[in-house]
């Protein structure tokens, strides 16, 4: 579970985070959507540590993040850029590193590589360079590196930025056996399907602050609007929704 109380930051002369507060709960996946501007990747960071907030507190399975940063850390996976994959490393050496930065042996990393490689079907892969590979075969392969030391959060920001239609729709399905393997899953996006689809909750964010949290149907019905897109509009106002 993740859980984020009253986090406010402040980034030059914008106040990126605005007493922010929200959960996200284990066996769901919670979805973060706003405008550009709107705090999503200032939030993600803070949860993750990348940023110290000027106020408030955030929890990773009831661990003070700033507090016990390294332990926090632990029980996160976080879901890089695909793109930016190690070309001259094998999936298998580059998620083995990634598990030994976690705090695992040489000998635990190992095994857990090879767990990960079997779970994602990356077996006829595992032992070719990166460099080109598929989109598909990388988001895998950066997925696998998030999840190798068995966090129970994961957290991908705009996760399909830049993938085709089969590569999304691998993730997509990846996602939901995450949420009903009991994992928290919370994710940052801008594609109003991406969210109404796999969301369980959404929080709708607009200058750092909540503005509404609920079910894409609750979302709708609260609005009296028949899409997610129109009553995503509708809560965060039309200036803002054209902007994003």
Do not use: W
């Not at 406010?8 to 507060?21: E, F, M, R, Y």
């Not at 994602?120 to 590979?133: E, S, W």
């Amino acid at each position: 579970m993740i859980k984020v109380d009253n986090l406010t930051k402040k980034i030059g002369d914008v106040q990126a985070l605005n007493d922010l507060s929200f959960r996200a709960e284990d066996g769901h996946i919670t979805g973060l959507l706003g405008p550009n501007g709107a705090g999503k990747t200032t939030c993600l960071r803070t949860l993750f540590g990348l940023l110290k907030p000027d106020s408030g507190e955030s929890y990773v399975d009831d661990i003070n993040v700033a507090e016990d940063h390294f332990a926090a850390k632990k029980q996160l996976g976080l879901f890089p850029d695909p793109f930016g994959l190690y070309e001259r490393l094998t999936p298998r050496e580059y998620i083995s590193y990634f598990a030994e930065l976690s705090g695992m042996s040489k000998k635990e990393a190992k095994q857990a590589t090879q767990n990960v490689i079997g779970q994602l079907n990356l077996d006829d892969i595992a032992d070719r360079r990166c460099k080109g590979f598929s989109q598909g075969q990388r988001m895998k392969t950066a997925l696998a590196q998030a999840i190798v030391h068995r966090p129970t959060n994961i957290i991908l920001d705009e996760p399909t930025r830049g993938l085709d239609v089969m590569s999304t729709r691998l993730l997509r399905d990846i996602l939901l056996e995450l949420k009903n393997q009991g994992h928290c899953v919370l994710f940052s996006s801008h594609v109003m399907q991406e969210v109404a689809a796999l969301c369980d909750r959404v929080i709708v964010m607009a200058q750092g602050k909540v503005v509404a949290i609920g079910s894409p149907d609750e979302l709708c019905q609260q609005t009296g609007k028949d899409s997610l897109e129109d009553a995503f509009i509708a809560l965060i106002g039309t200036d803002e929704g054209i902007a994003a």
